[in-house]
C-alpha cells in the first residue's frame, strides 16, 4: 500500500508540474503574440498621427481677375500677386510684397491656367477660388509651427501671421480635404505633391511583374513537381531555386542594370525594366509557393484520374492544377505583395528619378511608391514629413488589400478533403 500510494503521488506531482509547464509555454506563447501586436499597433498609430494631416490641405478663397494683359503675358501667377495686393493694399515695400505673396502656393497659378482653360469666357471675368496656401502657411494652420516662437526661429513672420489671421477673421482660408494628394505626382512643392503617379508607376510595374512571373513560376513548379526525373540535375536546380529566394534584392537589381540597360539597352526608368527585375526576384517565391501546392493535392486524386485511363498530362491539367491554383494564386499575390514594398532593386534600376508626369504607358519614366517616400523621407521641408507618413499609409493599405485578397481567394476556392 505504501509503494503504491507513492507512486500515485509521484504521478499527481509529475502531472502537476506537466500542466504548469504547458500553462507557462501557453502564456509565453500568448505574450509573446501580444509583444508582436503591441509593437505593430505602436508602430501604425505613430505612422497615422503624423501622415492623418496630410489628407488636409489649407486653401485660401482667392478674388481674381482674369486679366487679359497677364494672361496674353502667360503671367498666370501674377494675377495672383495682383489679387493679393488689391486685399492688403497697406503693404509696400518689395520685402514686404515678397512675404505677401509667398502665402500662395506657386501652383496657384497654375491652377488658375487650369480653370482658363476649361472655361476661356472667363476672360475679364472676375471669380472668386479655393487655391493652394504655401507649405508654410499650412504648417501653421496644422499648429506644427509654433507662434509662440521667437520670430527669428519660425519660418513665417509675425506680419505674415496678421495676414494669416485677417484670413482667419474673414473666413476665407481653412483645411479641405486634400485631392490633389490622390491625383498629382510628385512636385518639389509639398502643398502640390501626390502619390497618384507613384501609385500608376507601382500598378504597371506589378502588371509586368505577375505576367511574366506567374505563367513561368506555375509552369516550372508542374514540370518539376509532376513530370521531371528524380536525379542529380533536378536537384541541382531546386537547390538553386531555394537559394535564390533568399539572395538580397539588390542583387536583381544589379543584374537588371547589367542585363536589361547596360545590354539590352531598355529604357531607364520605366515600368517594363522594373516589372523584369521584380519578376526575377519574385519567381523563386512563387515557384516554392505553387510547388507546396501541388504537394497539398491528395495522391488519391492522381490515382483516380490514372485509373479512369487518364494521361499524366491529362490528369495534371485537368484535376490537379485546378485544385492546386487557389494555393498558387495565393502564393503568388504574397510575392507580389513582397515585390511592391522593394526599393533597392528599383533604385538600381534609375526609378529613383524625381518624375512629376503620370506615366502614360510602360515605357514612360516612372516611380513607385516605396521609392516615392524614399524621396519624400530625404527631403528638407518640415511638409514633406507628414506626406511621407502619409504615403506609408497608402501602401500599407495596398499591401492590406492584396493580402486580403489573398485570403478571400483561398477560402472561395479551397477544398478539403
Not at 507628414?386 to 493580402?403: D, Q, S
Request: net charge neutral; hydrophobic share 50%; charged share 20%.
Amino acid at each position: 500500500m505504501t509503494n503504491s500510494s507513492s507512486n500515485s503521488d509521484i504521478i499527481e506531482a509529475g502531472l502537476a508540474r506537466r500542466y504548469r509547464a504547458e500553462k507557462r509555454f501557453r502564456f509565453y506563447g500568448i505574450a509573446a503574440i501580444a509583444i508582436a501586436i503591441s509593437f505593430l499597433a505602436v508602430m501604425l498609430i505613430a505612422i497615422g498621427v503624423r501622415g492623418v494631416s496630410a489628407f488636409q490641405q489649407t486653401n485660401v478663397l482667392l478674388t481674381v481677375k482674369f486679366d487679359p494683359q497677364y494672361i496674353d503675358d502667360n503671367d498666370w501667377q501674377g494675377i495672383i500677386k495682383a489679387s493679393m495686393r488689391e486685399q492688403f493694399p497697406g503693404v509696400g515695400g518689395r520685402r514686404d510684397k515678397r512675404k505677401l505673396y509667398k502665402l500662395m502656393s506657386s501652383g496657384a497659378g497654375f491652377d488658375l491656367q487650369d480653370i482658363y482653360k476649361k472655361d476661356p469666357s472667363l476672360l475679364g471675368q472676375t471669380r472668386a477660388y479655393w487655391l493652394p496656401a504655401s507649405d508654410d502657411i499650412d504648417m501653421l494652420m496644422k499648429g506644427a509651427i509654433d507662434r509662440n516662437v521667437v520670430e527669428d526661429d519660425r519660418r513665417v513672420s509675425d506680419r505674415e501671421i496678421v495676414w494669416v489671421d485677417r484670413w482667419l477673421a474673414d473666413g476665407v482660408i481653412e483645411l479641405q480635404f486634400n485631392t490633389r494628394f490622390f491625383t498629382a505626382g510628385d512636385s518639389r512643392e509639398p502643398e502640390l505633391a501626390g502619390v497618384w503617379g507613384a501609385l500608376v508607376g507601382s500598378l504597371l510595374t506589378l502588371a509586368i511583374c505577375f505576367a511574366l512571373s506567374f505563367p513561368l513560376g506555375i509552369m516550372t513548379a508542374v514540370y518539376l513537381e509532376e513530370f521531371a526525373p528524380k536525379n542529380r540535375w533536378t536537384d541541382l536546380i531546386e537547390v538553386n531555386i531555394n537559394n535564390l529566394a533568399a539572395v538580397p534584392s539588390i542583387v536583381f537589381g544589379l543584374l537588371g542594370l547589367a542585363v536589361f540597360l547596360n545590354f539590352f539597352m531598355l529604357p531607364r526608368s520605366a515600368p517594363l525594366v522594373g516589372g523584369m527585375v521584380l519578376a526575377l526576384m519574385t519567381l523563386p517565391t512563387i515557384i516554392i509557393a505553387a510547388r507546396a501546392a501541388l504537394r497539398a493535392v491528395p495522391p488519391s486524386i492522381r490515382e483516380a484520374a490514372f485509373g479512369m485511363g487518364a494521361s499524366q498530362v491529362q490528369t495534371v491539367m485537368h484535376h490537379v492544377l485546378p485544385l492546386a491554383m487557389p494555393g498558387m494564386l495565393t502564393g503568388t499575390i504574397i510575392g507580389m505583395a513582397q515585390a511592391l514594398g522593394e526599393s533597392a532593386p528599383l533604385l538600381m534600376i534609375g526609378m529613383v528619378a524625381f518624375i512629376v508626369d503620370i506615366p502614360g504607358s510602360l515605357v514612360d519614366s516612372a516611380t513607385v511608391l516605396p521609392v516615392q517616400i524614399y524621396l519624400w523621407a530625404d527631403s528638407p521641408e518640415r511638409a514633406f514629413s507628414e506626406r511621407t507618413a502619409a504615403a506609408i499609409i497608402v501602401l500599407v493599405g495596398f499591401l492590406i488589400l492584396m493580402n486580403l485578397v489573398a485570403v478571400i481567394m483561398r477560402r472561395k476556392f479551397e477544398r478539403r478533403w
